[in-house]
């Protein structure tokens, strides 16, 4: 017989796909979970904040370099383009893998998700002078608020307790 996780009363979930018990996971990794959905969703929402703001790039970067040709300030754009999509592809599957990792009780997924919201702290003082329009930059605040909110549920007694018992299952 399997003991509940430390610090809640929800008795262990049926058995995962490996025979291992899997445990029901507190309400804070649910919502952590759920958050990070949210996250996934705000970068895709993202990528097309981008290409809102993009509109004024053209004439940013012909001001910013005077001697670009037009087939180079074009080029420029497209290289834009395609860093916005990538950029964003990547962060809606980090949020994904995340999601699934904590919510399987993955502790080093919570260290893995602490330091990505470390670094994109980081982005956020280091991209306040960029060039992102400010619906751009906005939209980029909510996504870091998003991410700060999941560590934070990630990091509650609650969550640390299941985490220590999934570790132990």
């Known amino acids: 017989m399997y003991q509940p996780y430390p610090g809640g009363a929800e ?42 703001g993009i509109g004024g790039l053209r004439t940013r970067l012909a001001n910013a370099d005077h001697k670009l040709t037009s087939a180079q300030l074009t080029s420029e754009v ?14 809606t599957g980090l949020w994904l893998w995340m999601a699934r990792v904590n919510g399987a009780g993955k502790s080093w997924g919570r260290t893995v998700a602490t330091v990505l919201i470390a670094l994109d702290t980081i982005l956020q003082f ?24 999941a560590v934070i549920l990630l990091w509650q007694r609650t969550s640390s307790a299941y985490f220590s018992s999934a570790q132990r299952s």
């Open 78 to 91: 497209h290289v834009f383009y395609a860093v916005f999509i990538i950029g964003g592809l990547i962060a």
């Open 126 to 149: 280091v991209g306040l002078g960029g060039g992102l329009a400010p619906a751009g930059r906005i939209w980029s605040i909510l996504v870091w608020l998003i991410g700060l909110a």
């Open 11 to 52: 008795a262990p979930g049926p058995s995962g796909p490996s025979g291992t018990p899997s445990l029901l996971a507190p309400a804070s990794i649910t919502r952590a979970v759920r958050v990070m959905y949210a996250g996934a969703a705000a970068s895709l929402v993202g990528i097309g904040m981008d290409f809102i």
